[in-house]
C-alpha cells in the first residue's frame, strides 16, 4: 500500500487479475486480465475526468438542477456539473475513505457522511473490493443509517470496462434491458420508453459503430444479468449484476476506447421521483454487490 493524490494505492492479485484501488473515491483504479487492460485505468498522481472508478452515493447519476423536496422541505445539494446545473453522483467521490482491511487479494474502505445542508442524514459506508482467479471482481457497497431520521439513498459504481483501450466503435454491446430513460439537453430524465423507440435495442448484442450512449437502462431479466463488450476476436469484459438499472455510456469524453457501465439502484433524479428510490430506516443498512470478470482471446 503506497500513498499516492489519490490516497491510500492498494495492490490486489488473483490468478491471471491485477486490480489497484485508492482511497480517494474509494474508486478502482485498474483491473486488467493477463497483462490486458479490462477497466480504463488511471494514474492516481493525476486528477482524471470523468469520475473513473469512483463510488457514487448518497445518489447516482444526476439530481436535477440540485434541489429535491424531502417531506414538504426543499433541499439543495451542491451544483457540480457546470454543463446540466445538475448536483453529479453524490458526496463521496473525493472523499478519502479509511482502508479499514486489505491483504493480497481484497480490501474494505469505509467512510462517515455526516449531516450536512441538502443531506441532513447520517450514513456509515464502506465498499469491498475482492479478485477471485475464477470470477473476476467484485465490488459491494454498503450503506447503514446511523441517523435519528429516515434517509433517502442510492448508490452505484463508475467503471469504465474496456478491452485493451481499443475503439469500441468495431465491438459488439450487448445490455439485456427492455426499457430505457429519454432524456432533454440537460441529460435529465424525460420519459421512460421502450428500448427500440430510442434505437438502444442491445437485448441481442449490436455492434455500436459510431452511435453515442449516455442513458439509463432497466427493465432487466429478473435475478442477474450481464452486460458486455465483446471484440471481434472474441475477447470480452462484462459486468454483472442484479441492480434495477445500469448507466450505459460509451465513453465519447474519453476517445470511446472504453464503456462507462454502471450498476444503479434508482435511476438519475431519484430523489425526486421517488423511482426505486430507498429509504433508509434508522439502523437499517443496505448492500448492492456487482462483478467485472474478463475472457481474452490470445
Given amino acids: 500500500m503506497t500513498r499516492t493524490l489519490s490516497g491510500h494505492d492498494i495492490a490486489l492479485r488473483a490468478g491471471a487479475y491485477t486490480a489497484h484501488v485508492v482511497s480517494v473515491g474509494a474508486a478502482l483504479a485498474s483491473l486488467t486480465f493477463n497483462g490486458r487492460d479490462a477497466t480504463l485505468p488511471f494514474d492516481p498522481n493525476v486528477l482524471t475526468k470523468g469520475y473513473f472508478g469512483k ?24 451544483r457540480n ?87 469500441i466503435d468495431a465491438m459488439t454491446l450487448t445490455v439485456p434491458a427492455g426499457k430505457v430513460f429519454d432524456v432533454d439537453k440537460r441529460l435529465a430524465p424525460v420519459e421512460l420508453k421502450d428500448v427500440e423507440d430510442l434505437d438502444l435495442d442491445f437485448r441481442s448484442g449490436r455492434l455500436i459503430g459510431s452511435q453515442s450512449v449516455d442513458h439509463a437502462f ?30 450505459v455510456y460509451s465513453g465519447d469524453q474519453q476517445g470511446r476506447i472504453a464503456t462507462a457501465v454502471e450498476p444503479m439502484t434508482c435511476p438519475p433524479d431519484a430523489f425526486n421521483s421517488g423511482i426505486d428510490l430507498i429509504v433508509l430506516e434508522p439502523g437499517e443498512d443496505y448492500s448492492m454487490t456487482f462483478m467485472i470478470s474478463a475472457d481474452f482471446v490470445e
Fill in 218 to 247: 432497466t427493465e432487466l431479466p429478473d435475478g442477474t444479468w450481464q452486460v458486455s463488450l465483446c471484440d471481434e476476436g472474441g475477447s470480452s469484459v462484462s459486468v454483472t449484476s442484479d441492480a434495477p438499472w445500469v448507466q
Fill in 55 to 78: 463510488t457514487l452515493a448518497p445518489w447516482p447519476n444526476r439530481i436535477t438542477e440540485a434541489t429535491y423536496t424531502w417531506n414538504g422541505e426543499r433541499m439543495d445539494v451542491p
Fill in 81 to 167: 456539473e457546470i454543463e446540466t446545473g445538475a448536483a453529479l453522483h453524490g458526496l463521496v467521490s473525493w472523499t478519502d475513505w479509511t482502508v479499514v482491511h486489505s491483504d493480497s487479494d481484497s480490501a474494505t474502505m469505509s467512510t462517515f457522511l455526516p449531516p450536512q445542508y441538502g443531506y441532513p442524514f447520517a450514513l456509515d459506508l464502506s465498499v469491498t473490493y475482492a479478485l477471485s482467479a475464477e470470477r473476476g471482481l467484485s465490488i459491494t457497497i454498503y450503506a447503514k443509517n446511523v441517523g435519528s431520521e429516515p434517509a433517502p439513498y442510492g448508490c452505484s459504481h463508475h467503471p469504465y470496462i474496456t478491452i485493451g483501450q481499443q475503439s
